[in-house]
Each structure stands twice: as C-alpha cells, then as structure tokens.
C-alpha cells in the first residue's frame, strides 16, 4: 500500500511575519516548518508503514526552500520524495489540481493531510484533493487504524468522538490528534542526506496555473486587540460578572 | 516567550545542512523536554531518566565517535548538540560529555575489540551509563599524584583507592577509573556491582542540582583481568579523553550564555522603571551589547576550533583557550544578565540563575580556569609554573 502525505511548508510559528505592500514579506521570515496539522499526518503515515508496511511518500508543492520539508520528512522515515516545484502565487483549483496529479503519479491510495495549513488556513486542499480524484474524503480526523477492508477513523466532534469505517480510495484530513509526534534522531538525519528528492514542474503534471476562480487580493494584519479594561475592588465583582457574561462570553 | 538563539554573525550558516538539522532536532528536544521539567529537577536534585532515555534514541551520544553504533558525527556536530543542551540546562551536557567524551571515547580509543563490542552499542543508546573517575579527595588538579591503586592478583585486578566528584558515578552502570599499576597510571573499566565497589552520592550541591555527582569508592575491589584498557599509560590516557570534553564545553557555555542574553534582552524590553522600558537606558544597552560582543567572539572561537579538530590540526593549548574563555564569559555573562532581571533575578522563573550556578562548577571541572591559563602560560614561556622547584 502506498500512502502519500501532503505536506505544506509555512512559516514558523515561532517566527515573525510581516507584510509589505498587501502581501507577506517571505523573504523577512527567519525559520519555516512543516505545518502543524500535516505534522500529524504524516505521524500517521508513518504509524502505518510501522504497522501495516506501507510505504510512505511526502509531496509537497512549493519553491525551492520547500524541499527542507521534505528531508525532515525522510529524517522521520519517509520513503519516497516528491518536490512539485514552484514559486510565486498559485489558486487553490490548480493547487489541488497539481497535488492530485501527484498522487496519481506515485500511485497512491490513501492520501494524509493536514486539515488547513497554519498559514493560508483555507482548509481546502484534502476535500479539493479528494474531489479531483474521486476518492472518499474523511475531515477533522486524529486518528487512523487500517482494517481488514480499508480503515476505521476516529474523528473528535464537539460532543464527542465518532468513529466512521472508510474503504479506500481514500483521503484524510487530519487534525491535531493525540499522537505523540516523533522526532527525527542523528540516524534518521544521516539518512535523509541520502535519499533522493524527485523534482517536476506544473507543466510535468499537465497543470497551468490558470482558469481560477478565487485569489487572494490582499492580506493585512489583525485589528488590534481593544485595551484591556481595569476594575479595583470587591465593590466591582457584579460588573466585571456580567461583562464576562455579556461581553466576553466566557461564563 | 519562544527561545530566540543569538547569532549575530550568522555563524550558524558555516554548518552543514545535516548540522543544522541535529541543532533544531536537539533545540526542540530542549524546549520541550527539559525547559518545561528543569526547575523541578533541580529542586530535587535529580537527573530524569527519560532525558537518559530520549538523549538515547537521538542517537547524539558519542557524536564524533565511529563504528560500534555510534554516531559518527563531526566534532562541529558535536559542538553544535553541547551547545544546544547546555542552553537547556549544563547538567544536561555534563551527562552527555561524560558519556560520548570521558567513557566511550577511552574505550574507542584505548580499549580492546572486546571491550568496544561489549560497551560502545549500549553505550550509545544511552542503555548503559558510564562515569570517569580520575578526580580524588586530595588530587583535583595535580592527578598525576592520585593515590588508587591496583595491584595484580592472580586472573585479575584489586583496586584500591577513591574518587571523587564524579558525574553520573551513582546512576552509571561502567565506570572508567584511573588507577596506578606499579606507579604507572592505567585505565580501568569497574562495572556496577563489582564486589568492593560502591558509589554513594555527594548531596547538597548549589550548582548543577540536575546532574549526579558521587564518589566512587573502591575497598579491595576485585575486576577480572580484561578490564584493564590496553591501549594506553600515563596521564596521556585521561588527557585524551579531557581534550574532547573541554572541547565540548567550550561549545555548551556558549549555549548558557545565549540563554541568559535571550532572557536579559527579553527582560529589559518589558521591565518599565522610570516611565520607559530599562532597555532605553544606555546602561542596559551598554550590558547587552557587551553580551552580543563576547557571545559572538564566542562563536567564532568554538567553531574555528571545531573546523580545526575536524580536520586534525589542534593542539591542546586551542582547547584550552577556547573552554577557559567560552566558560569565563559565559559566568560573567550570566551575572549580568542576573543584574538586568533586578530581583525577579534570583527566580526560578526565569534561568539565569541557574545558569550562573552551573557555570561555578563549569568553571572548576574539566581543568580550572587558572588550569588552563597555567596550560597557556607553559606554551607562551616555555616554562611550566604548576609547581614550585624543581
Ligand atoms: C559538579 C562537578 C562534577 C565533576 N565531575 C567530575 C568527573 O566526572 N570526573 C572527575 O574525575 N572529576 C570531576 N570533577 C572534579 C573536577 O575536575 C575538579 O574539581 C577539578 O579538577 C579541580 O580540582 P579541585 O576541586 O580539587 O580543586 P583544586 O585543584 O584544589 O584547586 C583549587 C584552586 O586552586 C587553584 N590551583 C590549583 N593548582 C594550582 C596551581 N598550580 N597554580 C595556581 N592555582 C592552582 C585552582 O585553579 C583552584 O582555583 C567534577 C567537579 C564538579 C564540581
């Protein structure tokens, strides 16, 4: 079984972001990650090469830059490579479009992804993916075990957790699970040295970029947080209640 | 706040992509697994065996060591991971140093093919610990004057004697001791349970409170006769395995010292005194900038020494330069980032104190800075001055 995980290189969540003339600044940007919820599933990815013998393909779509993710990747043990390079904007119809070329030409069946990236957060890579290849589309998921006939998926809903049985062709999104992330070891790191990353264009999976239906106009920064409000004295408990009440909705 | 390590001359860009990735690897270890739990250890004086456990399955034990399961890393490489566990804590690099420095590497260099078959795996998995005792009660300094004996008995060794101030002495499962055989010094490996053997732990300590310090106490221990390292005599045999922990250490105070500027710059932005953050005052930017100064000369000194003893061309005098500066400025680095904190200093909410206290004996371990300016003084005179006479 082969299994390829989505992976999107964002900027860090440690690292400062800043915007200049409505877009942002990726040359200011001090560190990039793997973004956290694809962080997830690729530790399931991996649980399932362990436990089932699959192998483990990690594709990503990015710039140059982005191939780092791929090699932290491998430094996990991610067996196969896969670098669709490009630079510069690209809408998320062709994103999905190239991504599920991708899966097609490393002959997936089960596709893991994380269910937004940290940094555009629009959430529509796996259900896009999903729909491109016809294949079922499973979200918010933090668990997976494989089956006799596919796989059983724990997905946490706000009243508790649902488990749903899902036959592959397949798609999961993932969201942060209760999974202990690994962590790569010296071995792992040597390793990845190794292994090699195979790089294609857009043009190599038939896509071009064109023919988009949403794009982004600008992006600005958050509004700033309203000052805090101060209050002394017991005298001030029953106004400062119906504020959190009222105003915050925290009680 | 996130952890935001200084490196004002991008020294970190002279690494190799694989050096880069052990440093996140082992940064993000630091940050999740001994910032959050120190301050407790410390309070209660223990090493965690998880760290044991997790520094293992890195796979950073014995970095520039190869064969036998061992890394084979760098010695930059492993610089690099001294310094990111000493930002953590320097207990944590002392348990590192004397495990890949001062217990593999005896027994890599000096060992038969039994011995590094039989100890160096485990060894590097962080499944057996090893100690080093050379330091006694009355030889600090001068060991050449150790008083343990071992003495020849039939199909093996008794030792008598013992040591002192040895990291990692009670937890450790081997420990390499420097005892003299017919006035020569040789190398010996006592294992945990050896009969006569014991090693109680030294309490109270102010500095490195995470890391285990005992003694090592040998009352007609009997070794059978293969545990006696071949490969060397004389003070040759420690000195090697100090030059490779000094070397290490000169990279981990650097990582101390980061963490106190982090803390110190982070501090003074926001401590407001007189209406402005103390920050805007030129005495706090005077005590930062002298910081960034002595850190970033730090750097320098640590990895051109590394890119020498990566390619064979040091000398002992270069170590001794680089741990006696690297650990001299980061103490004084430490007690002025302890100032700039004012009392909110003296917390363990905050690191520098720590850090101040673990340097005292940084300082003092691995060859005293007064050593190591004696060390210095020899090569620049031509004339040693250890001691008096003749
Ligand atoms: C926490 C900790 C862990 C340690 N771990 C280990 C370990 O794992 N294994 C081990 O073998 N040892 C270990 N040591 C011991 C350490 O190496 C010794 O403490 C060190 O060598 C100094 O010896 P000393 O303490 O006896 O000081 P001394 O040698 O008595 O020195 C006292 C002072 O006199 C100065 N001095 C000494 N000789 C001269 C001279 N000729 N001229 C001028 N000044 C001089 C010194 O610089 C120092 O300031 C550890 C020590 C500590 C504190």
Same mark, same amino acid.
């Given at each position: ?63 140059? +830059? ?38 097609? /030409?490393?002959?997936? %069946? ?47 809903? @706000?009243?508790?957790?649902? +488990? ?8 999961? !999104? ?28 857009? !043009? ?34 029953? %106004? ?12 | ?50 760290? /044991? ?29 001294? /310094?990111?566990? %000493? ?126 310090? =005992? ?24 000195? =090697? ?35 402005? @953050? ?75 104190? /720590? ?36």
């Amino acid at each position: 079984m082969k299994v390829a995980v989505l992976i999107k290189q964002v900027p860090d969540t440690t690292a400062k972001v800043g915007i200049t003339s409505g877009s942002v600044d990726e040359g200011a940007i001090s560190k990039w990650s793997i973004s956290p919820y694809d962080e997830y599933a690729l530790e399931s990815a991996l649980s399932l090469q362990s436990g089932s013998g699959a192998t483990v393909v990690a594709i990503t779509l990015g710039p140059e +830059r982005s191939s780092k993710s791929l090699i932290d990747a491998a430094a996990v043990g991610a067996d196969e490579l896969l670098h669709v390079v490009h630079d510069g904007g690209l809408g998320s119809l062709s994103l999905q479009k190239a991504l599920s070329e991708a899966v097609t /030409r490393v002959g997936a %069946e089960v596709v893991l992804v994380g269910k937004q990236a940290a940094d555009t957060n629009s959430g529509s890579t796996g259900p896009g993916v999903a729909k491109m290849l016809n294949y079922s589309c499973v979200g918010l998921v933090s668990r997976i075990e494989a089956g006799s006939d596919g796989f059983e998926a724990t997905r946490s809903t @706000p009243s508790g957790m649902e +488990r749903v049985s899902v036959k592959l062709p397949c798609v999961f !999104a993932f969201d942060k699970g209760d999974v202990e992330l690994r962590r790569p070891n010296v071995r792992g790191i040597m390793m990845a040295k190794k292994k090699p990353i195979e790089k294609i264009s857009l !043009a190599d999976l038939g896509v071009d970029n064109t023919g988009e239906g949403v794009s982004t106009t600008s992006v600005d920064y958050p509004p700033e947080k309203p000052e805090g409000q101060r209050f002394e004295g017991a005298d001030a408990a029953a %106004e400062v209640a119906v504020k959190l009440r009222e105003e915050a909705n925290v009680i | 706040m996130g952890y935001e390590a200084l490196d004002f001359y991008d020294v970190d860009s002279l690494l190799t992509d694989e050096e880069r990735m052990i440093r996140d690897a082992v940064r993000d270890w630091v940050d999740e697994s001994v910032i959050p739990k120190i301050e407790n250890a410390c309070r209660e004086g223990v090493f965690l065996d998880e760290w /044991r456990q997790d520094i293992g399955s890195m796979g950073i034990l014995g970095a520039p060591l190869k064969g036998y399961g061992c890394p084979g890393l760098s010695y930059t490489a492993y610089g690099v991971i001294c /310094r990111e566990l %000493e930002r953590g804590d320097s207990g944590i690099r002392s348990f590192a140093s004397v495990q890949g420095s001062l217990a593999m590497y005896p027994i890599w260099d000096f060992g038969s093919e039994e011995q590094k078959e039989k100890y160096l795996p485990g060894m590097a998995t962080g499944e057996l610990i090893g100690c080093f005792g050379l330091t006694e009660p009355d030889y600090g300094s001068n060991p050449g004057d150790m008083v343990t004996k071992a003495t020849e008995d039939g199909d093996g060794f008794v030792l008598n004697g013992a040591k002192m101030w040895i990291t990692n002495g009670t937890i450790a499962d081997l420990a390499i001791v420097w005892a003299k055989l017919d006035g020569v010094i040789r190398g010996f490996i006592v294992e945990k349970g050896d009969p006569g053997f014991s090693a109680p732990e030294m309490k109270g300590k102010h500095s490195l409170k995470a890391s285990v310090t =005992s003694e090592l106490v040998f009352q007609d221990c009997r070794i059978p006769k293969d545990r006696i390292l071949p490969g060397v005599k004389g003070l040759r045999g420690p000195f =090697s395995c100090l030059n490779n922990a000094r070397f290490g250490i000169s990279w981990g105070a650097i990582g101390s010292a980061q963490a106190c500027y982090d803390s110190a710059k982070s501090y003074a932005l926001s401590r407001i005194q007189f209406d402005h @953050p103390i920050a805007a005052y030129q005495l706090v930017q005077n005590k930062l900038a002298w910081m960034l100064r002595e850190i970033t000369k730090g750097q320098l000194l640590a990895y051109h020494l590394g890119k020498k003893k990566d390619a064979g061309e040091w000398i002992p005098e270069h170590i001794s330069l680089a741990k006696m500066n690297n650990v001299d400025i980061a103490l004084e680095i430490a007690r002025v980032s302890r100032d700039i904190h004012g009392a909110n200093g003296i917390l363990d909410e905050y690191p520098v104190m /720590r850090h101040m206290a673990n340097l005292e004996s940084v300082k003092t371990y691995e060859g005293t800075h007064d050593i190591h300016n004696l060390i210095l003084g020899r090569h620049i005179t031509g004339i040693q001055a250890f001691t008096k006479g003749a």
